[in-house]
């Protein structure tokens, strides 16, 4: 009797341990979706909350100095994802032979591009044209006045260093910056006309 007593409770034991297991998984499952969910929110919210100070940059390696040509620009994109377009003036083998200024048009967001043959930075969602310092002097931009943002430059070792905003994420999201290649990239992102359009130098839009 006292057998048959232990043959019957066996599986109503093992049953409520299963039940157990399944109940304290399914918790520790959900447990790790909210804090996952809320870790998330959390970052993003920081990222707003406390973004990088004002003022506050790092020094990135661009290229090396004798690669870059008189009169030729090339696209940078930072850390941060900013694009650049860094010309080449001069070959006195210091900064001063290069300025950085940003690629995006101060009217409407759109991608400016280096024109060597025009001696002129070229923005062509609303024919905005910049001189080689950056000072718009046509189109919508000239008419406010506008100007593109200016980097600074350094030469170390022949080598050319750009200072930009650091990331505003953690560390682990902190990546150098990249030149990119012979795309132009003609829309932007506000111009609806262009957003998103990437052609190859020289093409029709």
């Not at 950056?134 to 170390?156: M, N, W």
């Given at each position: 009797?006292?057998?048959?007593?232990?043959?019957?409770?066996?599986?109503?034991s093992?049953?409520?341990?299963?039940?157990?297991?399944?109940?304290?998984?399914?918790?520790?499952?959900?447990?790790?979706?909210?804090?996952?969910?809320?870790?998330?929110?959390?970052?993003?919210?920081g990222?707003?909350l406390?973004?990088?100070?004002?003022?506050?940059?790092?020094?990135?390696?661009?290229?090396?100095?004798?690669?870059?040509?008189?009169?030729?620009?090339?696209r940078?994109?930072?850390?941060?994802?900013?694009?650049?377009?860094?010309?080449?003036?001069?070959?006195q083998?210091?900064?001063?032979?290069?300025?950085?200024?940003?690629?995006?048009?101060?009217h409407?967001?759109?991608?400016?591009?280096?024109?060597?043959?025009?001696?002129?930075?070229?923005?062509?969602?609303h024919?905005?044209?910049?001189?080689?310092?950056?000072k718009?002097?046509?189109?919508?931009?000239?008419?406010?006045?506008?100007?593109?943002?200016?980097?600074?430059?350094?030469?170390?070792?022949?080598?050319l260093?750009?200072?930009?905003?650091?990331?505003?994420?953690?560390?682990?999201?902190?990546?150098?910056?990249?030149?990119?290649?012979?795309?132009h990239?003609?829309?932007?992102?506000?111009?609806?006309?262009?957003a998103?359009?990437?052609?190859?130098?020289?093409?029709?839009?």
């Amino acid at each position: 009797m006292a057998d048959e007593e232990k043959r019957g409770e066996a599986p109503a034991s093992e049953g409520t341990d299963r039940r157990g297991f399944l109940r304290n998984a399914s918790r520790a499952a959900m447990t790790a979706g909210l804090v996952g969910g809320y870790g998330g929110f959390a970052a993003i919210a920081g990222r707003f909350l406390y973004p990088a100070k004002t003022g506050e940059v790092m020094w990135q390696f661009v290229a090396e100095i004798d690669g870059i040509k008189v009169g030729e620009a090339i696209r940078y994109r930072g850390p941060s994802g900013e694009t650049i377009n860094i010309t080449r003036r001069s070959r006195q083998g210091d900064a001063g032979d290069f300025i950085a200024l940003s690629s995006t048009c101060p009217h409407l967001g759109c991608q400016v591009r280096w024109e060597a043959q025009n001696n002129r930075f070229f923005c062509p969602c609303h024919n905005g044209v910049f001189d080689p310092s950056g000072k718009a002097i046509a189109g919508p931009p000239g008419e406010a006045g506008q100007s593109l943002p200016r980097y600074d430059l350094k030469v170390e070792r022949g080598v050319l260093h750009i200072a930009v905003p650091p990331p505003r994420f953690t560390r682990a999201a902190l990546k150098a910056g990249v030149i990119e290649g012979e795309e132009h990239i003609s829309g932007p992102g506000h111009d609806p006309c262009l957003a998103g359009r990437v052609r190859k130098q020289g093409s029709e839009s």
